[in-house]
Protein backbone atom coordinates (compact mmCIF):
# COMPACT_ATOMS: atom_id res chain seq x y z
CA UNK A 1 0.00 0.00 0.00
CA UNK A 2 3.13 2.30 1.32
CA UNK A 3 4.77 2.05 -2.46
CA UNK A 4 1.31 2.19 -4.17
CA UNK A 5 1.35 5.66 -2.71
CA UNK A 6 4.77 6.30 -3.59
CA UNK A 7 4.69 4.95 -7.09
CA UNK A 8 1.58 7.30 -7.47
CA UNK A 9 3.10 10.58 -6.43
CA UNK A 10 6.31 9.90 -7.48
CA UNK A 11 4.44 9.37 -11.61
CA UNK A 12 2.34 12.29 -11.21
CA UNK A 13 5.18 14.52 -9.64
CA UNK A 14 7.64 13.09 -12.72
CA UNK A 15 4.52 13.97 -15.26
CA UNK A 16 4.22 18.08 -14.00
CA UNK A 17 8.14 17.71 -14.17
CA UNK A 18 8.13 16.54 -18.04
CA UNK A 19 5.23 19.63 -18.20
CA UNK A 20 7.56 22.42 -17.15
CA UNK A 21 10.79 21.04 -18.84
CA UNK A 22 12.68 18.44 -20.05
CA UNK A 23 15.38 18.63 -17.51
CA UNK A 24 13.17 18.94 -15.03
CA UNK A 25 11.33 15.61 -15.77
CA UNK A 26 14.34 13.76 -15.72
CA UNK A 27 15.65 15.81 -12.25
CA UNK A 28 11.86 14.73 -10.98
CA UNK A 29 12.86 10.96 -12.07
CA UNK A 30 16.39 11.12 -10.55
CA UNK A 31 15.23 12.61 -6.87
CA UNK A 32 12.64 9.73 -7.04
CA UNK A 33 14.92 6.80 -7.83
CA UNK A 34 17.25 8.32 -5.18
CA UNK A 35 14.01 8.21 -2.40
CA UNK A 36 12.29 5.26 -3.48
CA UNK A 37 15.65 2.86 -3.49
CA UNK A 38 16.60 3.24 0.07
CA UNK A 39 13.21 3.53 1.38
CA UNK A 40 12.47 -0.18 -0.65
CA UNK A 41 15.34 -1.71 0.42
CA UNK A 42 14.65 -0.52 4.31
CA UNK A 43 11.03 -1.70 4.08
CA UNK A 44 12.07 -5.32 2.94
CA UNK A 45 14.89 -5.55 5.11
CA UNK A 46 12.28 -4.23 8.13
CA UNK A 47 9.82 -7.04 7.07
CA UNK A 48 12.30 -9.81 7.13
CA UNK A 49 13.15 -8.70 10.62
CA UNK A 50 9.45 -8.66 11.46
CA UNK A 51 9.37 -12.21 9.81
CA UNK A 52 11.75 -13.69 12.36
CA UNK A 53 10.03 -11.84 14.95
CA UNK A 54 6.81 -13.74 14.04
CA UNK A 55 9.07 -16.76 13.78
CA UNK A 56 10.31 -16.47 16.95
CA UNK A 57 6.97 -15.74 18.93
CA UNK A 58 5.29 -18.85 17.02
CA UNK A 59 8.15 -21.17 18.39
CA UNK A 60 8.12 -19.43 21.94
CA UNK A 61 4.33 -20.15 22.28
CA UNK A 62 5.30 -23.58 21.17
CA UNK A 63 7.18 -23.78 24.61
CA UNK A 64 10.61 -22.97 23.07
CA UNK A 65 12.02 -20.21 25.20
CA UNK A 66 15.73 -21.22 24.60
CA UNK A 67 16.37 -18.75 21.44
CA UNK A 68 17.73 -15.68 21.43
CA UNK A 69 16.57 -12.56 19.82
CA UNK A 70 18.60 -9.58 20.95
CA UNK A 71 20.94 -7.62 19.04
CA UNK A 72 23.51 -4.91 19.83
CA UNK A 73 22.19 -2.39 17.39
CA UNK A 74 20.27 0.79 17.55
CA UNK A 75 16.88 1.38 16.36
CA UNK A 76 13.02 0.78 17.98
CA UNK A 77 13.53 -3.16 16.06
CA UNK A 78 16.74 -3.55 18.43
CA UNK A 79 14.74 -2.28 21.11
CA UNK A 80 11.47 -4.42 20.38
CA UNK A 81 13.62 -7.56 19.81
CA UNK A 82 15.19 -7.14 23.56
CA UNK A 83 11.87 -6.10 25.42
CA UNK A 84 10.71 -9.51 23.87
CA UNK A 85 13.43 -11.21 25.20
CA UNK A 86 13.22 -9.96 28.80
CA UNK A 87 9.55 -11.31 28.22
CA UNK A 88 10.66 -15.09 27.45
CA UNK A 89 13.01 -15.03 30.20
CA UNK A 90 9.68 -14.07 32.38
CA UNK A 91 7.89 -16.74 30.59
CA UNK A 92 9.93 -19.11 30.93
CA UNK A 93 10.80 -18.67 34.76
CA UNK A 94 7.41 -18.79 35.11
CA UNK A 95 6.94 -21.94 33.49
CA UNK A 96 9.84 -23.31 35.56
CA UNK A 97 8.12 -22.30 38.76
CA UNK A 98 4.84 -23.68 36.89
CA UNK A 99 6.60 -27.02 36.88
CA UNK A 100 8.33 -26.91 40.19
CA UNK A 101 4.64 -26.09 41.90
CA UNK A 102 3.15 -28.97 39.82
CA UNK A 103 5.73 -31.59 41.01
CA UNK A 104 5.79 -30.44 45.20
CA UNK A 105 1.94 -30.62 44.89
CA UNK A 106 2.11 -34.26 43.25
CA UNK A 107 4.50 -35.18 46.04
CA UNK A 108 2.71 -33.33 48.69
CA UNK A 109 -0.07 -35.61 47.22
CA UNK A 110 1.37 -38.91 47.40
CA UNK A 111 2.46 -37.95 51.07
CA UNK A 112 -0.51 -37.26 52.25
CA UNK A 113 -2.28 -40.67 50.37
CA UNK A 114 0.26 -42.33 51.95
CA UNK A 115 -0.71 -41.03 55.72
CA UNK A 116 -4.40 -41.83 55.22
CA UNK A 117 -3.27 -45.24 53.85
CA UNK A 118 -1.85 -46.69 56.81
CA UNK A 119 -4.67 -46.02 59.49
CA UNK A 120 -7.40 -46.44 56.74
CA UNK A 121 -6.11 -49.95 55.64
CA UNK A 122 -5.50 -50.37 60.04
CA UNK A 123 -9.37 -50.03 60.50
CA UNK A 124 -10.54 -51.69 57.71
CA UNK A 125 -8.92 -54.22 59.23
CA UNK A 126 -10.56 -54.18 62.51
CA UNK A 127 -13.87 -53.38 61.01
CA UNK A 128 -13.81 -56.85 59.79
CA UNK A 129 -12.38 -58.44 62.60
CA UNK A 130 -15.35 -56.93 64.88
CA UNK A 131 -18.26 -58.26 62.27
CA UNK A 132 -17.22 -61.84 63.61
CA UNK A 133 -20.20 -62.73 65.88
CA UNK A 134 -17.58 -65.36 67.85
CA UNK A 135 -14.95 -62.05 68.64
CA UNK A 136 -14.53 -62.12 72.91
CA UNK A 137 -15.76 -59.09 73.90
CA UNK A 138 -12.49 -58.28 75.14
CA UNK A 139 -11.07 -58.03 71.80
CA UNK A 140 -14.01 -56.07 70.78
CA UNK A 141 -13.29 -53.78 73.39
CA UNK A 142 -9.48 -53.56 71.83
CA UNK A 143 -9.95 -53.15 68.12
CA UNK A 144 -13.04 -50.55 68.86
CA UNK A 145 -10.23 -48.54 70.94
CA UNK A 146 -7.84 -49.23 68.39
CA UNK A 147 -10.54 -47.58 65.59
CA UNK A 148 -11.17 -44.43 67.81
CA UNK A 149 -7.29 -43.90 68.32
CA UNK A 150 -7.09 -44.07 64.15
CA UNK A 151 -9.90 -41.99 63.88
CA UNK A 152 -8.61 -39.14 66.69
CA UNK A 153 -5.12 -39.17 64.75
CA UNK A 154 -7.01 -39.04 60.92
CA UNK A 155 -8.87 -36.18 62.35
CA UNK A 156 -5.53 -34.21 63.83
CA UNK A 157 -3.94 -35.22 60.53
CA UNK A 158 -6.73 -33.01 58.37
CA UNK A 159 -7.18 -30.29 60.82
CA UNK A 160 -3.15 -29.72 60.79
CA UNK A 161 -3.72 -29.86 56.83
CA UNK A 162 -6.35 -27.49 57.00
CA UNK A 163 -4.39 -24.86 59.07
CA UNK A 164 -1.15 -25.25 56.95
CA UNK A 165 -2.87 -24.78 53.79
CA UNK A 166 -4.44 -21.65 55.10
CA UNK A 167 -1.13 -20.35 56.10
CA UNK A 168 0.55 -21.36 52.74
CA UNK A 169 -1.98 -19.55 51.15
CA UNK A 170 -1.86 -16.49 52.84
CA UNK A 171 -5.35 -16.69 54.14
CA UNK A 172 -4.30 -16.26 57.38
CA UNK A 173 -4.76 -13.10 59.61
CA UNK A 174 -2.03 -13.06 62.55
CA UNK A 175 -3.30 -11.15 65.27
CA UNK A 176 -0.98 -8.34 66.89
CA UNK A 177 -1.42 -8.68 70.63
CA UNK A 178 0.56 -8.56 73.68
CA UNK A 179 1.61 -12.18 74.59
CA UNK A 180 3.18 -12.76 78.12
CA UNK A 181 5.14 -16.03 77.44
CA UNK A 182 4.33 -17.18 80.88
CA UNK A 183 0.84 -17.35 80.08
CA UNK A 184 1.54 -18.99 76.70
CA UNK A 185 3.49 -21.76 77.99
CA UNK A 186 0.90 -22.41 80.66
CA UNK A 187 -1.44 -23.06 77.81
CA UNK A 188 0.64 -24.85 75.83
CA UNK A 189 1.86 -27.25 78.10
CA UNK A 190 -2.04 -27.84 79.03
CA UNK A 191 -2.42 -30.65 76.76
CA UNK A 192 0.41 -32.77 77.96
CA UNK A 193 -0.04 -32.78 81.94
CA UNK A 194 -1.24 -36.30 81.82
CA UNK A 195 1.89 -37.70 79.55
CA UNK A 196 4.37 -35.51 81.56
CA UNK A 197 2.77 -36.71 85.00
CA UNK A 198 2.81 -40.49 83.79
CA UNK A 199 6.27 -40.26 82.23
CA UNK A 200 7.13 -38.07 85.40
CA UNK A 201 9.23 -35.61 83.75
CA UNK A 202 10.55 -32.38 85.68
CA UNK A 203 9.59 -29.33 83.82
CA UNK A 204 11.61 -26.34 84.41
CA UNK A 205 10.28 -22.91 83.51
CA UNK A 206 12.56 -20.29 84.26
CA UNK A 207 11.70 -16.44 83.32
CA UNK A 208 10.23 -13.13 84.79
CA UNK A 209 6.30 -13.14 84.40
CA UNK A 210 6.35 -9.64 82.48
CA UNK A 211 8.04 -10.87 79.70
CA UNK A 212 6.25 -10.55 76.67
CA UNK A 213 6.24 -10.17 73.07
CA UNK A 214 3.55 -9.16 69.77
CA UNK A 215 2.51 -12.07 68.26
CA UNK A 216 -0.91 -13.97 67.81
CA UNK A 217 -2.18 -16.56 71.05
CA UNK A 218 -3.64 -18.76 69.26
CA UNK A 219 -1.43 -19.48 66.70
CA UNK A 220 1.87 -19.28 68.32
CA UNK A 221 -0.19 -21.76 70.86
CA UNK A 222 -0.30 -24.18 68.21
CA UNK A 223 3.37 -23.83 67.26
CA UNK A 224 4.58 -24.44 71.38
CA UNK A 225 2.30 -27.64 71.27
CA UNK A 226 4.06 -29.08 68.51
CA UNK A 227 7.41 -28.14 69.99
CA UNK A 228 6.22 -29.51 73.54
CA UNK A 229 4.88 -32.59 72.03
CA UNK A 230 7.76 -33.53 70.31
CA UNK A 231 9.97 -33.05 73.82
CA UNK A 232 7.45 -35.31 75.61
CA UNK A 233 7.67 -37.78 73.23
CA UNK A 234 10.92 -38.32 72.67
CA UNK A 235 12.17 -37.41 76.42
CA UNK A 236 12.41 -41.02 78.41
CA UNK A 237 10.66 -41.81 82.16
CA UNK A 238 11.95 -39.67 84.39
CA UNK A 239 13.34 -37.25 82.22
CA UNK A 240 13.59 -33.23 82.45
CA UNK A 241 12.54 -30.21 79.91
CA UNK A 242 13.71 -27.03 80.58
CA UNK A 243 12.17 -23.71 79.26
CA UNK A 244 13.65 -20.49 79.43
CA UNK A 245 13.02 -16.97 78.31
CA UNK A 246 14.60 -13.55 78.49
CA UNK A 247 14.12 -10.39 76.78
CA UNK A 248 16.74 -7.53 75.18
CA UNK A 249 16.23 -4.91 72.89
CA UNK A 250 15.79 -6.95 70.12
CA UNK A 251 13.61 -9.93 71.00
CA UNK A 252 11.92 -12.15 73.30
CA UNK A 253 13.86 -15.93 73.10
CA UNK A 254 12.54 -18.74 74.31
CA UNK A 255 14.38 -22.04 74.83
CA UNK A 256 13.03 -25.28 74.81
CA UNK A 257 15.49 -28.14 75.90
CA UNK A 258 15.07 -31.98 76.84
CA UNK A 259 17.20 -34.53 77.99
CA UNK A 260 15.53 -36.93 75.51
CA UNK A 261 16.92 -39.22 72.66
CA UNK A 262 18.44 -36.12 70.89
CA UNK A 263 18.06 -36.09 66.35
CA UNK A 264 20.84 -37.35 64.52
CA UNK A 265 23.24 -34.58 62.73
CA UNK A 266 21.61 -36.06 59.46
CA UNK A 267 18.48 -35.35 60.15
CA UNK A 268 19.09 -31.58 61.57
CA UNK A 269 18.58 -29.90 57.96
CA UNK A 270 15.51 -31.64 57.56
CA UNK A 271 12.90 -31.73 60.63
CA UNK A 272 10.87 -28.48 59.63
CA UNK A 273 10.28 -30.29 56.36
CA UNK A 274 6.65 -31.43 55.53
CA UNK A 275 6.14 -35.54 55.94
CA UNK A 276 9.96 -36.13 57.40
CA UNK A 277 10.38 -38.56 59.39
CA UNK A 278 14.02 -38.61 61.13
CA UNK A 279 15.04 -42.44 62.28
CA UNK A 280 13.96 -42.30 66.09
CA UNK A 281 10.61 -40.95 64.81
CA UNK A 282 7.63 -43.02 66.38
CA UNK A 283 5.09 -45.20 64.51
CA UNK A 284 2.51 -43.16 65.09
CA UNK A 285 4.53 -39.58 63.64
CA UNK A 286 3.45 -38.06 60.04
CA UNK A 287 6.03 -35.31 59.96
CA UNK A 288 3.92 -32.50 60.35
CA UNK A 289 4.20 -30.85 63.77
CA UNK A 290 7.59 -29.15 63.86
CA UNK A 291 6.59 -27.95 60.39
CA UNK A 292 3.50 -26.40 61.24
CA UNK A 293 5.47 -24.77 64.17
CA UNK A 294 8.40 -23.47 61.70
CA UNK A 295 5.59 -22.02 59.22
CA UNK A 296 3.49 -20.10 62.00
CA UNK A 297 7.03 -18.77 63.15
CA UNK A 298 8.41 -17.66 60.73
CA UNK A 299 5.16 -16.00 59.81
CA UNK A 300 4.87 -13.53 62.58
CA UNK A 301 8.08 -12.98 61.34
CA UNK A 302 10.01 -14.99 64.47
CA UNK A 303 12.58 -17.32 63.99
CA UNK A 304 13.09 -20.74 64.75
CA UNK A 305 16.37 -22.85 64.88
CA UNK A 306 17.37 -26.35 66.32
CA UNK A 307 20.14 -27.60 68.01
CA UNK A 308 20.69 -31.35 69.36
CA UNK A 309 23.36 -34.35 70.05
CA UNK A 310 22.07 -38.03 69.79
CA UNK A 311 21.74 -39.26 73.81
CA UNK A 312 22.45 -36.17 75.24
CA UNK A 313 19.09 -34.16 73.75
CA UNK A 314 17.66 -31.43 71.70
CA UNK A 315 17.11 -27.74 72.01
CA UNK A 316 14.85 -25.12 70.45
CA UNK A 317 15.78 -21.83 70.07
CA UNK A 318 12.74 -19.33 69.24
CA UNK A 319 13.01 -15.63 68.78
CA UNK A 320 10.10 -13.02 67.99
CA UNK A 321 11.37 -9.69 67.58
CA UNK A 322 10.12 -6.27 68.46
CA UNK A 323 8.88 -4.21 65.55
CA UNK A 324 10.93 -1.51 66.42
CA UNK A 325 14.39 -3.40 65.65
CA UNK A 326 13.14 -4.65 62.45
CA UNK A 327 14.89 -3.27 59.77
CA UNK A 328 12.90 -2.67 56.27
Request: proline residues 2%.
Amino acid sequence: MLFLVMGAISFIAIIIGFFISVMTGWLVVAITILLVTPTYVFTRWRYREIEKLTDYLRQISSGNFTLDVRDNDEGELSILKNEIYKVTNMLAEHGIHLQQDKLHLTNVISDISHQFKTPLTSMMVMTDLIEDPDLPSSKRTEFTNNIRIQLERLNWLVSSLLKLSKIDAGTVYFKKEQIFVKELLKQSLEPFLIPIDIKELNVKIKGEDKISFTGDLYWTKEAFINILKNCVEHTKDGGTIKITFLKNVFYTEILISDNGEGIPKEDLPYIFRRFYKGRHASEESVGIGLAMAHRIITSQGGDIQVVSEVRIGTQFQIKFYHEHSIVH
